[in-house]
C-alpha cells in the first residue's frame, strides 16, 4: 500500500510525491500533475534550483507553455495576462465541463505559471533556470533591474533582489512610477520574501 | 487522473462535493438571500430573469412568521401590515446571526430584535425563539433560512415547470468557512445543492464583466472596479480586473456593518433608553419595540430622499416620540458606521494593490446605496466625480448569480452573453499555529482559487512523537484572533532531535470551495512519507467553537507543537 493509492482513492492531491515524482513521472501518470506547483512553492524555503532546468525541458510543465505562449522573454505582460484569461476560460472549475480535464488541477497549473510569469523577478529568475538568458537581471521592457548584478550564485541573487525590490519600493512610495500592476507584484514580493 | 465519484453523501452535514463529471441537465438558479430581503434569478436563454411571487414582487421580504403549526415565510405570505412582523412571532435579519456564537457582538447588537435572542456569553450558539401563543418556540438560523429556501424554491419549481436542485447562492464576503457551512446546512434542509457559493460583490463583478463585453468586444483592455454592496446586514467591497468576459478579482473586504446598524443607532437617538424596553421581554414590550422600529426605518427611508422628517410615534405603553430629525443628525450619529464603510474600501484597494487613480468603475450596489451619505463617500474614498450607472442596485448580486448559475451548469450562448468568469480569490487567510501561539498562514488571503499551497514544518522538542496541527482562518498575527476551523493529530513521527522530521501541511480549495487539509511527515533523505498521510476536510469543529484550542491547550501545553523550518536564504 503506497502512498499515491491511498490518497487517489479520496481524491486528493498527491503533492507529498513532489520528490520522488520527478523520477517517477512519467510511467505513474497518464496526465502531469502539479507536482511542479509544489516544488515551486517549497522552494521559497529550501534552496532548490536545478529541478526547474529539469522542468522546463518538459513540454508540459513550461509555464509559457501552459499558458500557450512560446517561451520568449519578449513577450509582454498584457500578452500573459490575455493568454492566461483565455485559458481561464477553457480551464476554469466553472467553465470547463469536459469530464475527461481535471479542470482544477488544470487552473491550479494554470495560476502557478501566470504567477510566476506576471511576477518580473520571479520571471527573470525562471527565464534563467529556462536558458532563455544568460544572467538575471538584464533588461526587460518595461520592467528594469539594471542595478542587480548577477553574482553566479543563486542564493546571493536573491537576497540581492530583496534588497534592490525593497530599496525600489522606498523610492515609489516617493515617486508613485511604474504601472499599478508592476507596483503591486513588487510590493507583494516583498512581503512574500520577508 | 479522473476524479472519483462520490457514491455516498459526506458525513459532514455539507453538500460541497467536487461537482459530478456528468453535465448538468439544469440551470442552476441564482439565489440571493439578504439579512432583509431575498430574490431568486434564472438565465432564461437570453438573459436573467428575476422571478416574481403570486403577489408581483421580485424581492421578497426574509422572515419566517411561526403563527400556526406550520410556519411560513415572506416568500408565500402576506403580512396583513408591518406591526404583525414585530409581534415576536416573526423572525428576521437571520443572515446576521447565522455560524455565530453568544459572546459575538453582533450577536449583542441583535437582542434588541422584536423576539427572543438569548445569550449565555460562553461561546456557544444563542437561543433564538419566536413568540407563539404566548410560548417561546426555538429555532435556529439555519431552519429560518432553509423555510424560506423552501418557499423560493417551491415559487421558482411553479415559475419554470421543473424541479430546481442546484444553487448559486451570493454570501457576504466576511464570512468565515464556518459561517458557509451553517448556509451549505440551511440549503441541504430545503433540499437544494449549492453549485457555488459567490461573496456578493463577486456576483456583481459577473455581471460587470458581462456588461462590458457587450460594450466593447473583447478589445482586452482591462478595467478595474472597486464594487461596494451594502445591505441591511452587511458590508463588502471588492475590486476586479476585467477584460474579455473574465473577471479577476484581486481582493474582497467585508463586515457585518449595514443598515441594521444605521437602524438601531437611529432607535437610540430617537429613544436613549430603547434597549431597556426589551429587557423583560413582554408582549406589550416587543410591540413598543417593533413600532419604534418600523417608525425608524420609515424615517431612514425618508431621509434618502428629503432632508428632514417628522416621527411622530406612541409606543403604546405612554411613551410618545415626536421629533424632527435632519440628514445631518442622522449621518452624525452613524459616524462610525460610515467610517467603518470607507476603511473597508481603503483596505480593499490596498489588498488589491491598486490606487484610486486606476480605478475605471465604481460600483454601489445593495439596500443602502439608497443613502446619499453612502454615495458620497465611496465616490470620496474612491476619488471619483461620478459612480457607475447600469445597474439595478437591487438586483445585482441575484443577477450575477444567475449568470454563475449559468455558466456554470455548462450553458452557452450563440451571442456569447455566457462566455464569463470570475476568477474568485479567498477572503481570508488559512494557516495554522506554529510557532507557539503564532498564525501561520500556508494560503494566504486573496489567493486564486481553487489553489493548493503548502508549508513545512518540524518538531519543537527532541524525540517529540506527535504533532496537533490546527487550523485557523483569519488575518491575526496570533491564532486566538482568528477564527478555528479544526484540528487533528498526527502521529508516530520518528524519534528525532527537533528540527530534523519534516512535517508538510497542504492546504486544498476545490472549485467548490471545500477545504481540506493534508499533513504527513518526511524524514530527511526518504521522499515517502513515515505513516499514511492525514487528510481531514475542514471544519470539523461545530459553532465555532473557539474554546476547544484553549482546551487543547489546556490538556498538551506546547508538547505537541509546530514551528516553521526557516527560509535558508
Redesign the interface.
Known amino acids: 500500500m503506497n502512498f499515491t493509492s491511498s490518497l487517489n482513492s479520496v481524491a486528493l492531491p498527491k503533492p507529498f510525491l513532489s520528490h520522488s515524482h520527478r523520477h517517477h513521472h512519467h510511467h505513474q501518470e497518464r496526465k502531469p500533475t502539479f507536482s511542479l506547483i509544489t516544488c515551486r512553492s517549497a522552494t521559497n524555503y529550501k534552496s532548490s534550483s536545478t529541478y526547474k532546468v529539469k522542468d522546463g525541458e518538459n513540454e508540459s510543465t513550461n509555464f509559457y507553455k501552459l499558458l500557450s505562449l512560446n517561451p520568449n522573454i519578449n513577450t509582454s505582460k498584457d500578452e500573459i495576462k490575455k493568454a492566461y484569461r483565455s485559458m481561464a476560460l477553457r480551464y476554469h472549475p466553472d467553465v470547463c465541463h469536459d469530464p475527461s480535464i481535471s479542470s482544477t488541477k488544470e487552473f491550479v497549473r494554470l495560476n502557478q505559471a501566470y504567477k510566476t510569469l506576471s511576477d518580473p523577478v520571479l520571471r527573470d529568475e525562471y527565464d534563467y533556470e529556462l536558458g532563455l538568458k544568460n544572467c538575471v537581471g538584464t533588461t526587460r521592457v518595461g520592467f528594469k533591474m539594471d542595478n542587480i548584478r548577477n553574482h553566479g550564485a543563486a542564493q546571493n541573487r536573491w537576497r540581492q533582489q530583496v534588497l534592490e525590490l525593497k530599496r525600489k519600493s522606498n523610492c515609489r512610495m516617493a515617486q508613485k512610477e511604474g504601472s499599478w500592476a508592476s507596483r503591486m507584484r513588487r510590493a507583494h514580493n516583498i512581503s512574500n520574501m520577508d | ?4 465519484a462520490y457514491t455516498v453523501a459526506s458525513d459532514s452535514e455539507t453538500t460541497g462535493e ?2 459530478s ?3 448538468f441537465s439544469e440551470t442552476a438558479i441564482g439565489i440571493d438571500i439578504g439579512t432583509s430581503q431575498c430574490s431568486v434569478a434564472v438565465w432564461n436563454g437570453s438573459q436573467v430573469e428575476l422571478l416574481k411571487n403570486t403577489r408581483n414582487q421580485k424581492m421578497m421580504r426574509s422572515y419566517v412568521t411561526f403563527k400556526d403549526e406550520n410556519p411560513s415565510g415572506g416568500v408565500s405570505s402576506q403580512l396583513s401590515n408591518e406591526q404583525d412582523m414585530l409581534s415576536g412571532a416573526a423572525i428576521f435579519n437571520m443572515k446576521r446571526l447565522i455560524g455565530r456564537v453568544d459572546t459575538d457582538p453582533v450577536v449583542h447588537s441583535s437582542k434588541s430584535l422584536p423576539f427572543l435572542v438569548q445569550t449565555l456569553g460562553i461561546g456557544v450558539r444563542p437561543l433564538i425563539a419566536a413568540l407563539v401563543n404566548n410560548v417561546w418556540r426555538s429555532t435556529t438560523p439555519e431552519e429560518v433560512v432553509a423555510i424560506f429556501l423552501v418557499e423560493l424554491k417551491a415559487m421558482a419549481e411553479i415559475q419554470l415547470k421543473r424541479p430546481i436542485k442546484n444553487v448559486v447562492l451570493t454570501i457576504p464576503a466576511s464570512f468565515n468557512r464556518f459561517q458557509l457551512t451553517r448556509i451549505e446546512r440551511a440549503c441541504a434542509m430545503a433540499g437544494l445543492h449549492v453549485l ?1 457559493l459567490m461573496p456578493e460583490p463577486t456576483a456583481v463583478a459577473l455581471l460587470y464583466a458581462q456588461q462590458n463585453t457587450s460594450q466593447n468586444t473583447n478589445t ?1 483592455s ?1 478595467k ?1 472596479a472597486l464594487i461596494f454592496n451594502m445591505g441591511a446586514g452587511y458590508c463588502d467591497v471588492a475590486v476586479t480586473a476585467t ?4 473577471s ?1 478579482i484581486k481582493a474582497l473586504a467585508g463586515s457585518a456593518i449595514g443598515g441594521e446598524d444605521l437602524l438601531q443607532n437611529m432607535m437610540r437617538h430617537l429613544l436613549p433608553d430603547s434597549e431597556s424596553l426589551l429587557t423583560s421581554h413582554g408582549l406589550d414590550d416587543i410591540k413598543s419595540v417593533g413600532l419604534l422600529r418600523v417608525a425608524t426605518q420609515d424615517a431612514i427611508h425618508s431621509l434618502s430622499s428629503q432632508t428632514t422628517v417628522q416621527v411622530d410615534v406612541e409606543l403604546g405603553n405612554g411613551t410618545k416620540i415626536c421629533k424632527v430629525v435632519d440628514r445631518g443628525e442622522f449621518e452624525e450619529i452613524n459616524q462610525d458606521v460610515f467610517d467603518k464603510c470607507a476603511s473597508l474600501i481603503i483596505q480593499c484597494l490596498h489588498d ?4 484610486t487613480e ?1 480605478v475605471s468603475d465604481v460600483i454601489v450596489v445593495g439596500g443602502c446605496s439608497y443613502i446619499p451619505k453612502i454615495k458620497s463617500l465611496v465616490k470620496s474614498t474612491c476619488k471619483k466625480q461620478e459612480l457607475y450607472k447600469g445597474m439595478n442596485p437591487l438586483e445585482a448580486a441575484v443577477s450575477g448569480a444567475a449568470l ?1 448559475g449559468a ?2 451548469s ?1 450553458l452557452s450562448d450563440p451571442f456569447g452573453s455566457l ?1 464569463l ?3 474568485q480569490v479567498t477572503p481570508l487567510a488559512i494557516g495554522i499555529r506554529a510557532d507557539g501561539n503564532n498564525f501561520v498562514p500556508i494560503i494566504p488571503i486573496s489567493t ?1 482559487m ?7 514544518f518540524t518538531t519543537a522538542h527532541d524525540n517529540q512523537a506527535e504533532a496537533l496541527i490546527i487550523v485557523y482562518e483569519g488575518e491575526g498575527k496570533k491564532v486566538e484572533e482568528n477564527h478555528l476551523l479544526g484540528y487533528f493529530k498526527i502521529t508516530g513521527i520518528p524519534l528525532a532531535p527537533k528540527g530534523v522530521p519534516e512535517i ?1 501541511v ?1 492546504l ?1 480549495i ?2 467548490s470551495s471545500v477545504l ?1 487539509v ?1 499533513a ?1 511527515v ?1 524524514m530527511p533523505g526518504s ?3 513515515v505513516n ?2 492525514m ?1 481531514v476536510r475542514m471544519p470539523t469543529v461545530d459553532d465555532g467553537h473557539g474554546w476547544c484550542a484553549e482546551a487543547l491547550n489546556r490538556a498538551y501545553g506546547s508538547t505537541l507543537d509546530l514551528v516553521t ?5
Request: no cysteine.
Open positions: 487522473m479522473a476524479e472519483p467536487e461537482k463529471s456528468s453535465t457555488r482586452g482591462e478595474i477584460a474579455g468576459g473574465v479577476q488589491a494593490k491598486v490606487d486606476d454563475e455558466v456554470a455548462g462566455d468568469l470570475t476568477i486564486t481553487p489553489a493548493q499551497k503548502d508549508l513545512i508538510r497542504i486544498d476545490d472549485a481540506r493534508l504527513g518526511l521522499h515517502q512519507p499514511p498521510v487528510g523550518v526557516h527560509k535558508k536564504i
